[in-house]
């Protein structure tokens, strides 16, 4: 089973950046897909963006364009870049992989990290 380490969250400003990293365990991880999911108090958690194997890339309409994710097939990383960030930005964010992008999407996932808390004030 793949093993997924978060690090990077923290407490910001509205309109500060931040870059979330991922770390991940397993022989596969260069064909496999990577992203990120959020989950705010109260609410479901919901998909961020993600990164084909091919390097393709993925993103919810409430980041598109403040958000960019990548990854490193040799450290075995994938990271989440987040700019402009807002106040409803604020929940645990959360690495995750699957074998195709249309099955990480709908949460049919083989691995969750531990989740990383990004916290940002108005």
């Known amino acids: 089973q793949v093993q997924l380490v978060e690090s990077g969250g923290g407490l910001v400003q509205a309109g500060d950046s931040l870059r979330l990293s991922c770390a991940a365990s397993?022989?596969?991880?260069?064909?496999?897909?990577m992203g990120w999911f959020r989950q705010a108090p109260g609410k479901d958690r919901e998909f961020v963006a993600a990164i084909s194997g091919g390097y393709s890339t993925y993103y919810a309409d409430s980041v598109k364009g403040r958000v960019a994710i990548s990854r490193d097939n040799v450290k075995k990383t994938v990271s989440l870049q987040m700019n402009s960030l807002k106040p409803e930005d604020t929940a645990v964010y959360y690495c995750?992989?699957?074998?195709?992008?249309?099955?990480?999407?709908?949460?049919?996932?083989?691995?969750w990290g531990q989740g990383t808390q990004v916290t940002v004030s108005s």
């Open positions: 397993g022989r596969t991880f260069s064909s496999r897909a």
């Open positions: 995750t992989t699957s074998m195709s992008v249309a099955s990480l999407k709908t949460h049919r996932v083989d691995s």
